[in-house]
């Protein structure tokens, strides 16, 4: 069918794909078209017909009535793909295996992706500790110690364009103004590790480092430790850790 019939450019049809694929990712589980329709704002005729050509492809799925939609599996497809692919994420395994044995407390690799981090890599603790991040989880960049890491290698000014005034609360521990969370980056940088006490997940805290192959960072590793566990003497432990693990990726990948 003609652009012209469909009301729509080639252009617009790509944006709305990438936004309806993005919504799918976004909200884990299966959607109505009327709930996607209300979300997105596009004509229901052709949210539908976008829709029926993605279940085609095999990039969104249906439920057996056919009546809601979800994400599909070629989308699990890329996004492995683009693990495996990735440079950082090799150069880092070994170096989050050695931390992982060193602190025996659960280690993440996350890559800023405008405000917010994407959890590349995980190494779970050898201590129970429920799941509560996976490869391909986004989270704010405010609220865990990857992300403050990762903002800390910002200037002030660029910080300031990129956050709102007024910042999500994940738990009653978020920072949710903006001056207070940028004084907070100060003391990130002279210290060069970034903490959040319980600002993204209720009984635990991480400590986060930036990767400096690049500058401004884009990668950050962090140890995660249920606070029941933290004692002066095991942070001081993870504290260490990490900072010679930011030096032996520094050196893994200075040539990306």
Same mark, same amino acid.
């Given at each position: 069918?003609?652009?012209?019939?469909?009301?729509?450019?080639?252009?617009?049809?790509?944006?709305?794909?990438?936004?309806?694929?993005?919504?799918?990712?976004?909200?884990?589980?299966?959607h109505?078209?009327?709930?996607?329709?209300?979300?997105?704002?596009?004509?229901?005729?052709?949210?539908?017909?976008?829709?029926?050509?993605?279940v085609?492809?095999?990039?969104? !799925? &249906?439920?057996?009535?056919?009546?809601?939609? %979800?994400?599909? $599996?070629?989308? #699990?497809?890329?996004?492995? *793909?683009?693990?495996?692919?990735?440079?950082?994420?090799?150069?880092?395994?070994?170096?989050?295996?050695?931390?992982s044995?060193?602190?025996? !407390? &659960?280690?993440?690799?996350?890559?800023?992706? %405008?405000?917010? $981090?994407?959890? #590349?890599?995980?190494?779970? *603790?050898?201590?129970?500790?429920?799941?509560?991040?996976?490869?391909?989880?986004?989270?704010?960049?405010?609220?865990?110690?990857?992300?403050?890491?990762?903002?800390?290698?910002?200037?002030?000014?660029?910080?300031?364009?990129?956050?709102?005034?007024?910042?999500?609360?994940?738990?009653?521990?978020?920072?949710t103004?903006?001056?207070?969370?940028?004084?907070?980056?100060?003391?990130?940088?002279?210290?060069?590790?970034?903490?959040?006490r319980?600002?993204?997940?209720?009984?635990?805290?991480?400590?986060?480092?930036?990767?400096?192959?690049?500058?401004?960072?884009?990668?950050?590793?962090?140890?995660?430790?249920?606070?029941?566990?933290?004692?002066?003497?095991?942070?001081?432990r993870?504290?260490?850790?990490?900072?010679?693990?930011?030096?032996?990726?520094?050196?893994?990948?200075?040539?990306?």
């Open positions: 069918m003609a652009a012209g019939e469909t009301g729509a450019s080639p252009v617009k049809s790509a944006v709305r794909t990438v936004e309806l694929l993005e919504f799918f990712a976004g909200r884990p589980g299966m109505s078209l009327a709930d996607v329709q209300s979300a997105l704002g596009y004509p229901k005729s052709s949210l539908y017909m976008l829709l029926r050509t993605l085609e492809l095999g990039w969104v !799925e &249906t439920d057996p009535t056919g009546t809601r939609y %979800g994400i599909g $599996v070629r989308a #699990l497809l890329v996004g492995t *793909s683009y693990i495996d692919g990735d440079e950082v994420v090799a150069a880092a395994r070994t170096t989050l295996d050695r931390l044995d060193e602190t025996t !407390e &659960t280690i993440h690799l996350a890559r800023l992706d %405008g405000t917010s $981090v994407v959890y #590349l890599a995980t190494r779970q *603790s050898d201590h129970y500790l429920r799941p509560f991040t996976r490869v391909g989880r986004r989270l704010p960049a405010h609220s865990t110690s990857l992300g403050k890491a990762l903002l800390a290698t910002y200037p002030d000014e660029r910080i300031r364009e990129l956050l709102p005034r007024e910042l999500e609360a994940l738990t009653e521990h978020t920072i103004d903006r001056e207070r969370l940028i004084e907070e980056l100060t003391v990130v940088r002279e210290r060069g590790y970034a903490v959040d319980e600002e993204n997940t209720l009984g635990l805290t991480c400590y986060g480092v930036a990767i400096p192959y690049r500058t401004p960072a884009r990668d950050a590793i962090s140890c995660s430790i249920p606070v029941a566990r933290l004692t002066e003497a095991h942070e001081q993870i504290r260490e850790a990490l900072l010679h693990a930011r030096d032996r990726l520094a050196l893994a990948t200075r040539h990306l």
